[in-house]
Each structure stands twice: as structure tokens, then as C-alpha cells.
């Protein structure tokens, strides 16, 4: 492994001095496919889709693309007919690739993923210097990884079939356990990404890994990373959609004003936010599905008991939009009736509180102040529970 990565960070500090080209030359030697096409496209975040850069066709397996970029980028390129997909970084410089259909493996999404040997670009050797850097934990992770798959398909077909809650009691307990297998592998995935965009400051790759881990991060936090970037990194679409991360982070966080909205309740009731104006309300969003959410709730029946009566509201907020009578079961049996629920709707029809309040992880609680200002975010991109009880003693006592 250590050899490998010599070579490769070689291979990047010598590609660093090299000649900037005026435009880009990727051409590629695809085995197993005699005619066909090249599709090169990108996850627009705005947009929510994925978008076409380049199309070329594929003869006797070869292909070549030619043309000018404004910003490196990460692609997703897609080989049909086989529909076998990989990713690269494309930047204004001459990039080649091999690779063989036969070798196309079926990867957890549905789809084929093509390993593929590339070579050019300053970004695209500095990405597999830090995949190898993540590649022992992922080959240690494999067997868990399949364990939880196996597992969660077992819990979802019997969801589907309607089994006896006992039974599903049990799938959904096998299924857990085995995601809580991979939390280490998750852990230590997380410090090389925390490490490398440490010593890499400047760079796409840190980007595209700090894109990924903003929802587990303070808005503040991602902000003094996205400071240290240059202008190109800045003005590109991966940097403009960080910017404009952030910027929607920061609507939910302390001394933001509290996004009004209005529903109607899980009995049917209007409610919006502008009704508990004077009052301290809490914003608990949550979901059935969500384990931790459950196991947190005696303690916010604890604290709604206690502060209830001293002026603070409780609102549910939940993720069960397509499971509904999930949603009124796990209030009844979790005896958190005693407040009130609201769905928080959903991307796709444009009403998603959660959307809002920037909320990425579940539980995730917003404390509102009598003016309608945000002093309080808890869960995994805010405080700890901690630190929400002692803010609830200094407003209230004990």
C-alpha cells in the first residue's frame, strides 16, 4: 500500500508543474463493446437531477472526447449498451482511460459499477491517492456492509408482506444491529476525510469531501473551510453549491429567525408557528423509523413535564409523509401525545419544514425564543442534549 501511494503522490507533484492545457482530451479503450455510447453527466443540486455534459460514441471500443472547461468537475460516465458506470475528474487536460465490460460488477444501487484504469490530470491522481487512503477500511467493511444489506432487505420484504409486528420486531432488531456494526468503519472513514481536508486545504478533492460531511458539521464549521479555498475552487459549480449549502445551513442555526408554517396536525387541526409567538417552542423532527428519535423521547416527555407549565411549547415534526399509520402508532405507544405532531412534508411537493430548518440527521431539535428567533439547535450538526438541558434551566430555573 505504502508503495503504491509514493507513486502516486509522485505522479501528482509531477503533474503539479506540468504544462496547463487549453482545453481537455479524454479518449478511452473500452474491451467487451464493439459500437455504442459515452455519456458524461453531474448531480445539479439546485436543479435536484442529474445533468448531460458530454455525449460521444463508442467505435470498435474506443472513444474520444474533446473540448474546453470553465472549472474541473466530477463526472459520472456511463457506458451503454451494459449500462457499467464510473466517475473521474475531468479538468482542461489529456486524461485516458481502459477498461474491460466483462469485469462491470452489480453494485448496491442497481446499477454496474466499471473499474477502470485512468490516467492525466492533476485532480483525478490526487482523487485515487485519497481512495487509497479509505480503501483498507472499505475492503475490512465488505462483509458488514452485506450483513446490513441482507438484512434490511429481509426487514423491507417484510414490511411488504405485512408480517406480524412481532416478527417484524425481530427484522428490524437483526437489521439494527447490523447497522450498528458499521458506525466504526463509518468513524474511522470519517477522521482520514477529517484528516485529509486538514492538510489538503486547497483543494477539489477537500470539496467534494466536505460537500458530502456538511450535514455532520456546524454551518460555522464548513464556512472556515470553504474560506481557505481559491477562486477557482470558489467560482466552480462545486464550490457555488457549497456556498449555497452553507448559506441554507445557517437558516436553521441560532440567531436566524424561525421559519414560519402551517399544517394540519395529526388530529386534523390547523397549526402553524405564528400561533406560539410569546412562547418558547421546541421543534422536535423526528420519525417512527428513526431508532434514537425513540429512545430520546422519555427524555422530552421528562422536560416537557417539567417546562410545559413555564411557558415552552413542543412540536413534532415528522419524517413519515409516506408511512402515516406509523407515524400514529409510534405517537400513541410512545406516549408523546401529550404535545403536538405535524408531518414535515416533503421535497418533491415543496413543503418540507425540514428543508427549512436545513435539518440533514434525525433527531434534530430547534429551540425558538418568544420572538421567533432560533437560540438552539441540538443533535448531530448542533449541541449535544447537554447542553439543551442546561438552556432550558437558565431560562426556567430548576
Keep these: 500500500m505504502r508503495s503504491i501511494l509514493i507513486i502516486l503522490i509522485t505522479s501528482v507533484m509531477m503533474s503539479c508543474g506540468a504544462e496547463k492545457h487549453d482545453g481537455y482530451v479524454l479518449s478511452g479503450e473500452i474491451k467487451g463493446i464493439a459500437d455504442g455510447k459515452i455519456v458524461l453527466s453531474y448531480y445539479d443540486r439546485g436543479q435536484k437531477k442529474s445533468v448531460t455534459f458530454e455525449t460521444a460514441i463508442i467505435k470498435k471500443g474506443e472513444f474520444e472526447l474533446k473540448g474546453k472547461m470553465d472549472y474541473p468537475q466530477e463526472l459520472n460516465v456511463m457506458i451503454t449498451p451494459g449500462n457499467a458506470s464510473f466517475s473521474l475528474w475531468m479538468e ?19 446499477g454496474k459499477t466499471l473499474p477502470v484504469e485512468i490516467e492525466g490530470g492533476k485532480i483525478e491522481l490526487e482523487r485515487q491517492v485519497y481512495e487509497a487512503l479509505l480503501q483498507p477500511i472499505r475492503e475490512e467493511q465488505k462483509p458488514y456492509a452485506l450483513d446490513y444489506n441482507e438484512a434490511n432487505m429481509a426487514y423491507i420484504k417484510g414490511m411488504k408482506a405485512k408480517l406480524p409486528e ?51 458539521m456546524k454551518p460555522e464549521e464548513a464556512q472556515a473551510k470553504y474560506d481557505l479555498f481559491s477562486d477557482e475552487i470558489k467560482n466552480s459549480i462545486l464550490g457555488k453549491e457549497i456556498k449555497s449549502e452553507i448559506e441554507k445551513n445557517l437558516s436553521g442555526t441560532p440567531g436566524n429567525m424561525a421559519a414560519g408554517f402551517r399544517k394540519l396536525d ?12 410569546g412562547q418558547y417552542v421546541l421543534l422536535d423532527f423526528w420519525a417512527s423509523w428513526c431508532g434514537p428519535c425513540r429512545k430520546g423521547n422519555p427524555h422530552l416527555i421528562s422536560l416537557y413535564n417539567k417546562y410545559h407549565r413555564k411557558g415552552v411549547e413542543f412540536i413534532g415534526v415528522a419524517s413519515d409523509d409516506h408511512n402515516i399509520p406509523a407515524w400514529h402508532k409510534a405517537v400513541k405507544k410512545d406516549q408523546i401525545g ?47 442534549d447537554e447542553a439543551m438541558d442546561k438552556m432550558f434551566q437558565n431560562i426556567f430555573g430548576e
Excluded at 196 to 203: K, L, V
Excluded at 266 to 277: M, Q, R, S, T, V
Design 338 to 384: 401529550i404535545w403536538r405532531h405535524i408531518l414535515s412534508g416533503t421535497k418533491e411537493t415543496g413543503n418540507d419544514i425540514g428543508d427549512l430548518y436545513a435539518i440533514h440527521t434525525l433527531p434534530t431539535k430547534i429551540l425558538i425564543d418568544p420572538e421567533g428567533k432560533i437560540i438552539g439547535r441540538f443533535g448531530a450538526d448542533g449541541d449535544s
Design 92 to 110: 482542461n487536460a489529456q486524461i485516458t482511460v481502459k477498461g474491460d465490460m466483462k469485469k462491470a460488477r452489480a453494485d448496491q444501487w442497481g
Design 166 to 216: 412481532e416478527e417484524l420486531l425481530v427484522l428490524k432488531s437483526k437489521a439494527q444491529l447490523a447497522y450498528d456494526a458499521l458506525k466504526p468503519f463509518s468513524s474511522r472513514m470519517n477522521a482520514v476525510n477529517r484528516k485529509y481536508m486538514e492538510d489538503h486545504q486547497n483543494s477539489f478533492v477537500t470539496a467534494n469531501i466536505l460537500i458530502w460531511s456538511m450535514s455532520h
Design 266 to 277: 395529526i388530529n386534523d387541526k390547523e397549526i402553524g408557528l405564528e400561533e406560539f409567538k
